[in-house]
Protein backbone atom coordinates (compact mmCIF):
# COMPACT_ATOMS: atom_id res chain seq x y z
CA UNK A 1 0.00 0.00 0.00
CA UNK A 2 1.19 3.70 -0.88
CA UNK A 3 0.25 6.61 0.92
CA UNK A 4 0.73 9.86 -0.45
CA UNK A 5 0.48 13.28 1.58
CA UNK A 6 0.29 16.80 0.07
CA UNK A 7 1.45 20.10 1.22
CA UNK A 8 1.81 23.70 0.31
CA UNK A 9 -1.80 24.57 -1.27
CA UNK A 10 -3.28 28.00 -0.08
CA UNK A 11 -4.30 31.53 -1.63
CA UNK A 12 -2.34 33.30 -4.01
CA UNK A 13 -2.52 36.68 -5.79
CA UNK A 14 -2.36 36.54 -9.63
CA UNK A 15 1.23 36.65 -11.09
CA UNK A 16 2.08 34.87 -7.63
CA UNK A 17 4.27 31.80 -7.22
CA UNK A 18 3.23 28.42 -4.75
CA UNK A 19 5.25 25.29 -4.32
CA UNK A 20 3.36 21.94 -3.74
CA UNK A 21 5.07 18.94 -2.16
CA UNK A 22 3.68 15.30 -2.27
CA UNK A 23 5.87 13.12 0.00
CA UNK A 24 5.21 9.42 -1.03
CA UNK A 25 5.87 6.10 1.82
CA UNK A 26 4.81 2.05 1.13
CA UNK A 27 5.66 -0.48 -1.24
CA UNK A 28 7.38 1.94 -4.41
CA UNK A 29 8.75 0.34 -6.96
CA UNK A 30 11.64 1.34 -8.83
CA UNK A 31 9.57 1.64 -11.80
CA UNK A 32 7.57 4.76 -11.62
CA UNK A 33 5.58 8.11 -12.70
CA UNK A 34 4.61 10.42 -9.96
CA UNK A 35 3.01 13.92 -10.95
CA UNK A 36 0.34 16.71 -10.61
CA UNK A 37 -3.46 16.43 -11.69
CA UNK A 38 -5.82 19.54 -11.04
CA UNK A 39 -9.67 19.94 -10.86
CA UNK A 40 -11.81 22.91 -10.97
CA UNK A 41 -15.41 22.94 -10.23
CA UNK A 42 -17.28 21.73 -13.03
CA UNK A 43 -14.16 20.55 -15.17
CA UNK A 44 -12.56 17.32 -15.44
CA UNK A 45 -9.27 16.18 -13.72
CA UNK A 46 -6.44 17.05 -16.08
CA UNK A 47 -2.64 16.38 -15.94
CA UNK A 48 -0.90 19.22 -14.83
CA UNK A 49 2.61 18.04 -14.78
CA UNK A 50 4.50 14.81 -14.29
CA UNK A 51 7.67 12.92 -13.88
CA UNK A 52 9.48 9.56 -14.38
CA UNK A 53 11.81 7.60 -12.00
CA UNK A 54 14.44 8.15 -14.71
CA UNK A 55 13.45 11.85 -14.36
CA UNK A 56 11.86 12.83 -17.55
CA UNK A 57 9.43 15.35 -17.23
CA UNK A 58 5.89 16.25 -19.19
CA UNK A 59 4.15 19.05 -18.53
CA UNK A 60 0.33 20.59 -20.04
CA UNK A 61 1.08 22.92 -22.88
CA UNK A 62 -1.01 25.48 -20.57
CA UNK A 63 1.70 25.46 -17.86
CA UNK A 64 4.68 24.89 -20.21
CA UNK A 65 7.64 27.67 -19.22
CA UNK A 66 5.76 28.67 -15.64
CA UNK A 67 5.63 25.33 -13.88
CA UNK A 68 8.15 23.15 -12.84
CA UNK A 69 8.05 19.76 -11.43
CA UNK A 70 11.10 17.50 -9.50
CA UNK A 71 11.68 14.70 -7.57
CA UNK A 72 13.71 13.89 -4.24
CA UNK A 73 14.27 9.97 -4.89
CA UNK A 74 15.86 10.03 -1.10
CA UNK A 75 12.35 11.36 0.51
CA UNK A 76 10.15 10.02 -2.25
CA UNK A 77 8.83 13.51 -3.08
CA UNK A 78 8.10 15.35 -5.75
CA UNK A 79 7.66 19.19 -6.13
CA UNK A 80 5.51 21.21 -8.45
CA UNK A 81 7.07 24.71 -8.20
CA UNK A 82 4.54 26.91 -10.29
CA UNK A 83 4.46 30.50 -11.03
CA UNK A 84 3.04 33.58 -12.77
CA UNK A 85 -0.33 31.79 -11.31
CA UNK A 86 -3.80 33.01 -13.04
CA UNK A 87 -7.07 32.89 -11.50
CA UNK A 88 -8.07 29.95 -14.17
CA UNK A 89 -5.41 27.77 -12.51
CA UNK A 90 -8.03 27.50 -9.35
CA UNK A 91 -8.63 24.16 -8.47
CA UNK A 92 -8.00 21.62 -6.44
CA UNK A 93 -4.40 19.40 -6.86
CA UNK A 94 -3.85 16.38 -6.73
CA UNK A 95 -1.01 14.04 -6.29
CA UNK A 96 -0.95 10.80 -8.20
CA UNK A 97 1.47 7.67 -8.01
CA UNK A 98 1.74 5.02 -11.22
CA UNK A 99 4.21 2.27 -9.85
CA UNK A 100 4.80 -1.40 -10.50
CA UNK A 101 5.25 -3.75 -13.30
CA UNK A 102 2.85 -1.99 -16.52
CA UNK A 103 2.50 1.02 -14.23
CA UNK A 104 -0.06 -1.13 -12.86
CA UNK A 105 -0.60 0.24 -9.43
CA UNK A 106 -2.00 3.77 -9.23
CA UNK A 107 -2.27 5.77 -5.99
CA UNK A 108 -4.33 9.25 -5.48
CA UNK A 109 -3.38 11.88 -2.68
CA UNK A 110 -6.23 13.68 -0.95
CA UNK A 111 -5.70 17.07 -2.50
CA UNK A 112 -4.73 20.55 -1.99
CA UNK A 113 -6.68 23.62 -2.72
CA UNK A 114 -4.64 26.51 -4.78
CA UNK A 115 -6.77 29.23 -4.87
CA UNK A 116 -5.29 32.05 -6.93
CA UNK A 117 -7.21 35.55 -6.49
CA UNK A 118 -7.07 39.06 -5.55
Known amino acids: QVQLVESGGGLVQPGGSLRLSCAAS????????MGWYRQAPGNQRELVAIITNRGNTNYADSVKGRFTISRDNTKNTVHLQMSSLKPEETAIYYC????????????WGQGTQVTVSS
Open 96 to 107: NLKTGFGLRYAY
Open 26 to 33: GSIFSLYV
